[in-house]
């Protein structure tokens, strides 16, 4: 009976919030290692990029909501994340087509996108937090429970209760979805392979008569889909806040790196390891421990590695880690 309980606290504070948070992660990490290996630049926007997008979600899930429109047990904002994506595509498409193509034509070194990039992106911060403002901004509706820990106490018997919220569940089937669909938009259609093989050589692709800027084009279409579907994920599990996206460039590079910067696996993977490094170290495992070791080991304290104010400082960690001993990651990245 310890052991269940153990394994279901374990569950509960760790191992369902790390799933989730792998799952909004990855998405954003593919966003990325897309820039990098196709358009071969480090995108530093690319939070604030999550951040607009999920703001004309917000927008837009307002209009549905004062409209009556409802989903039921889930959130109205499923309905308005195409308004998000359109919203977002329209805006980046835009910056590529003010900003990005003058460099581009110009062949400028990449360090030089990287700092473009970084202007880009307080230019998207200032725009949501003019339109939003700064403060944190929630949207979720619908049911916020698929189980809740009475009902699971209720059912099992045992003394911990297991939750899992809606939009935990909602999270890891979306991004199932997601990289499914990706994988075989790149693998199986006339345009994924023509991206690939961009990616691959940009010489011998346009010797093959490749459209450079349709790439582009479609590209940038995929990145703020991804931006936009990771950013409403995470902010109807969590909540919106345009500070808070811009902290997320962190882990987000950290999981493209740590995974292979340029491989869509490599990112899905690190997206999960960032995740549950961040998540296993801020836990407090005291209560896991006073289960499954015998009373008189049990830990008078909390058993806590590093504070939850910390958790970002992992990221940084495990990315300088890598970056020292293997700086291609796992995957060995630098191709889609």
Not at 114 to 124: A, K, N, P, T
Not at 156 to 172: D, I, K
Not at 196 to 224: C, K
Not at 275 to 287: L, R
Request: aromatic share 12%; with cysteine; proline share 4%.
């Amino acid at each position: 009976m310890d052991l269940l309980n153990a394994f279901v606290a374990l569950s509960n504070f760790v191992l369902i919030p790390a799933i989730a948070y792998g799952s909004q992660l990855a998405i954003g990490a593919l966003g990325v290692t897309l820039v990098y290996g196709i358009l071969r630049f480090s995108n530093f926007a690319h939070g604030d990029t999550m951040a607009f997008g999920t703001m004309v979600t917000i927008l837009a899930t307002w209009g549905l909501q004062a409209m009556g429109v409802s989903l039921g047990p889930l959130p109205v904002a499923l309905l308005a994340i195409p308004v998000g994506i359109a919203g977002c595509a329209a805006l980046v498409l835009f910056t590529d087509r003010v900003v990005y193509r003058f460099y581009r034509g110009q062949k400028v070194v990449p360090v030089i996108f990287v700092i473009v990039s970084i202007g880009v992106m307080f230019i998207y911060n200032g725009v949501t937090r003019l339109v939003l403002g700064p403060d944190d901004q929630r949207f979720a509706d619908g049911e916020r429970f698929i189980i809740s820990a009475r009902d699971f106490r209720d059912l099992t018997g045992l003394e911990e209760g297991l939750a899992l919220r809606t939009t935990q569940g909602l999270t890891v089937v979306t991004a199932i979805i997601v990289v499914v669909a990706l994988f075989w938009f790149l693998n199986r259609t006339r345009t994924g392979k023509s991206m690939r093989a961009y990616s691959d050589n940009e010489d011998l692709a346009l010797l093959s008569g490749i459209d450079p800027e349709r790439v582009v084009r479609v590209t940038w279409l995929i990145v703020a889909a991804l931006a936009t579907i990771a950013g409403v994920l995470y902010g109807l599990d969590k909540s919106y806040k345009p500070f808070t996206y811009f902290q997320l460039l962190l882990p987000i590079f950290a999981a493209a790196i740590v995974g292979g910067l340029g491989s869509p696996l490599g990112a899905i993977a690190g997206g999960f390891v960032i995740a549950f490094s961040e998540v296993g170290i801020t836990y407090a495992w005291k209560k896991v421990l006073e289960y499954t070791l015998p009373e008189r080991f049990a830990p008078d304290g909390l058993v806590q590695l590093l504070s939850t104010d910390y958790k970002f400082a992992v990221s940084f960690v495990i990315l300088v880690i890598v970056l020292l001993f293997r700086p291609t990651g796992l995957f060995r990245g630098k191709s889609v």
